[in-house]
Nanobody, 116 residues
Framework: VQLQASGGGLVQAGGSLRLSCAAS????????MGWYRQAPGKQRELVAF???????NYADSVKGRFTISRDIAKKTVYLQMNSLKPEDTAVYYC???????????WGQGTQVTVSS
């Protein structure tokens, strides 16, 4: 399975971006798809995930601002990011896996930079 992320960029604080991540290949379950991020000098952290059964989870820091969604048929996950803050600046990684504990696949990462 290959994951291709897109949609990152530079935006001013308060702006919006939409990330997309499409999975190709197959044969294995993509029960969970979602996003992690890693800021310079910090550990990678969960942003949001959604299961194929509709279970959604967000990091507290993005609740109310970010919205995750999936198109199961297209094997694609989206992250709508609104009211962006400079602290959202990071490389965002798309991930997918067979369970909440097993994120088997990762995309290449897309840079999101929010200027103040």
């Amino acid at each position: 399975v290959q994951l291709q992320a897109s949609g990152g960029g530079l935006v001013q604080a308060g702006g919006s971006l939409r990330l997309s991540c499409a999975a190709s290949g197959g044969g294995l379950s993509l029960y969970v798809m979602g996003w992690y991020r890693q800021a310079p000098g910090k550990q990678r952290e969960l942003v949001a995930f959604q299961s194929s059964g509709g279970i959604i989870n967000y990091a507290d820091s993005v609740k109310g601002r970010f919205t995750i969604s999936r198109d199961i048929a297209k094997k694609t996950v989206y992250l709508q990011m609104n009211s962006l803050k400079p602290e959202d600046t990071a490389v965002y990684y798309c991930g997918a896996g067979s369970s909440f504990q097993n994120w088997n696949y990762w995309g290449q990462g897309t840079q999101v930079t929010v200027s103040s």
